[in-house]
């Protein structure tokens, strides 16, 4: 009989960009960008690695802090199963992008997202819908920190969009004003 030698997480993996999510009391390797689940077996640096490169090549050189952060976010997001998680989480991200970019319409500071959205989101939703949904919607990602970061994903995102059109296009023309 063969026993299947099975791999276990390490917090090392963080800096490959991994969290681990456990499904019937085994480990298995979950990207914290796109939450993307690989098998047990994938759970070895290079593998992880090779998922980093392939699909996030954009982010390859953030350092470790970053991932840190990032995992930090999902372990905020605790929920029983895998599915779930990962369709909440995305409806979190889905949610906080769009809160930021109302934020970003009043041209008011950023800070607004955590002293003031935030809270009247979180009490609105506690009063008409109760403490659940309210434990919901403190999972969207809007302190400080986040909005800020979300503004340079955001940026990065937007800049990188125009050098690939720009490259792409044989002739394009720069508009100042
Ligand atoms: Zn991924």
């Known amino acids: 009989m063969s026993v299947v030698k099975k791999r276990k997480y390490n917090n090392d993996y963080i800096k490959n960009g991994f969290a681990s999510i456990q499904k019937n009391g085994v480990d298995q390797p979950q990207c914290f960008i796109c939450y993307e689940i690989l098998s047990n077996d994938s759970m070895r640096a290079p593998r992880l690695e090779r998922h980093l490169w392939?699909?996030?090549?954009?982010?390859?050189?953030?350092?470790?802090?970053?991932?840190?952060?990032?995992?930090?976010?999902?372990?905020?997001?605790?929920?029983?199963?895998?599915?779930s998680f990962a369709q909440t989480s995305e409806k979190v991200l889905e949610a906080s992008y769009e809160l930021l970019r109302l934020v970003s319409r009043t041209k008011k500071s950023h800070t607004i997202g955590a002293t003031l959205v935030k809270p009247s989101l979180?009490?609105?939703?506690?009063?008409?819908?109760?403490?659940?949904?309210?434990?919901?919607?403190?999972?969207?990602?809007?302190?400080?920190?986040?909005?800020k970061r979300r503004i340079?994903?955001?940026?990065?995102?937007?800049?990188?969009?125009?050098?690939?059109?720009?490259?792409?296009?044989?002739?394009?023309?720069?508009?100042?004003?």
């Open 122 to 147: 979180l009490k609105s939703t506690d009063i008409v819908l109760g403490s659940e949904s309210k434990q919901k919607l403190s999972q969207i990602p809007l302190s400080d920190s986040t909005v």
């Open 152 to 177: 340079d994903d955001v940026a990065e995102d937007i800049q990188n969009q125009l050098v690939t059109a720009v490259k792409q296009s044989q002739i394009f023309a720069i508009q100042l004003d």
């Open 54 to 83: 392939a699909k996030h090549g954009a982010l390859k050189e953030k350092q470790k802090e970053f991932f840190a952060a990032r995992c930090d976010n999902l372990k905020r997001m605790k929920l029983d199963t895998a599915g």
